[in-house]
């Protein structure tokens, strides 16, 4: 005999976060720990590829700054030429470390894309292999791509504006150029914090809902609209927090490496062994800095994705869907992706609980309307108590004459109880 009702399924694992509306601690807390999540995917490959991408863009930037100036050890100073091949050489290894810094942020925008999908998937207690989270990223690429394309060019204009702005008015007068310099640089820190905030969740867009880049720059906008100061104070924690650690790990760092050259070539003379050492310690210096930037950008990506699934959750309802998925998957069901579910829709705001009674519609009554008062006074014991009279009783209030209570003890009557019989007593 079989029955239609499902058998025993085990408990769902717990995800990384509850699947209700997250806290400021919560979203703050779990971005730093959800490294214990997928330690294969989140310190593994991503951290070994932002430091990966990190080397070879100081090898290559090097490379090219020792082949450009090189050339200068075979001009003298004071030649004519001189000039136009140092400015030569400085042209290409700027115009180089851009080229090669927007390169590597390709590789940027895959750890940050990876972790993204990495964490959503963490939220309803799934791991994925990187394989099947570079299918999930793939489709999304160019467009984190050119979302990052767009942001440095952005960057790139205002600051090319602000320096032409400043060069011409230096021109003019160089206190007004370095005036208005510094009034922009100043004017420009809170812009930059107030679109790092509304634009900080475009990446959990692109990848998790597969939209355009400028619908995701508009979602985000919309997303964040109430809930800007706690988006802020997330990504400037985070921020400041990695800030401290790296001057924590570095400047004591940098401190013993100027001790260790020191040691190694005492006279200050330039020599094979302190050569080495400078090196060495240079690059143990830089790998550290590096890990500390690595671990800090999958903790603020991780950090957006919390985020955006909170904000979806207060405002969308994702939760509800989260929870459904989890259910059906129980169930051994197969069903679709829940952030591509309701995308955009509105909740109504969750009611009050208890719910509060409505109010009285007219004033309110007294309390002897409903057959109470004011507690009696106190009688000490042996005192006997008057019997209450008229006056002493008020009226109730609400209730017409006929139908007050009568003042005094009750009226006495003909009846009086039974007697006992013979077969009683």
Known sequence: MTTAQPGWTPAPRAGIVP?????????????????????????????????????????????????????????????PDYPDLFAGATAITVISSLVLGIASSALTVIVQGVVVADVAHGVVAEKLTVGALWRRIRPAFWRLFGYTLLASGAVLVAVAILAAAAFALGLLALAAGIIVAILFFLAAIP?????????????????????????????????????????????????????????????????????????????????????????????????????????????????????????????????????????QRQMGAGVADPYRWHVGRTVAPPVAWPPQPAPWPGPSPAPQAYGYGPPPAYTPPGVDTPAPTAADVPPAAGLPASEHPPAGPPAATDWAPPQAGPEQR
């Open 191 to 327: 812009l930059a914090f107030w679109l790092t905030t509304r634009l900080y969740l475009v990446t959990p867009i692109l990848v998790l809902e597969d939209t355009g880049v400028f619908a995701a720059i508009a979602r985000s906008w919309r997303l964040t609209r109430g809930r800007f100061w706690r988006t802020l104070a997330t990504w400037f924690v985070i921020q400041t927090g990695f800030g401290i650690i790296t001057q924590i790990v570095v400047v004591p760092l940098n401190f013993f490496s100027g001790m260790f050259v020191g040691v190694l070539s005492p006279t200050g003379d330039p020599n094979v062994t302190a050569v080495v050492g400078t090196v060495g310690v240079s690059l143990v210096v830089q790998m550290v800095s590096l890990l500390v930037q690595s671990i800090a950008l999958v903790v603020n990506a991780t950090a957006a994705c919390l985020v955006y699934v909170d904000a979806r959750m207060r405002t969308e309802g994702l939760d509800l869907d989260l929870q459904s998925y989890v259910d």
């Open 19 to 79: 699947l209700h509306p997250l806290t400021f601690g919560t979203v703050l807390g779990r971005s730093f720990v959800a490294l214990r999540q997928n330690p294969r995917v989140l310190l593994g490959f991503a951290l070994g590829i932002q430091m990966a991408t990190y080397l070879v863009l100081l090898v290559a930037v090097g490379g090219i700054a020792f082949a450009s100036f090189s050339r200068l050890a075979t001009v003298p100073v004071s030649s």
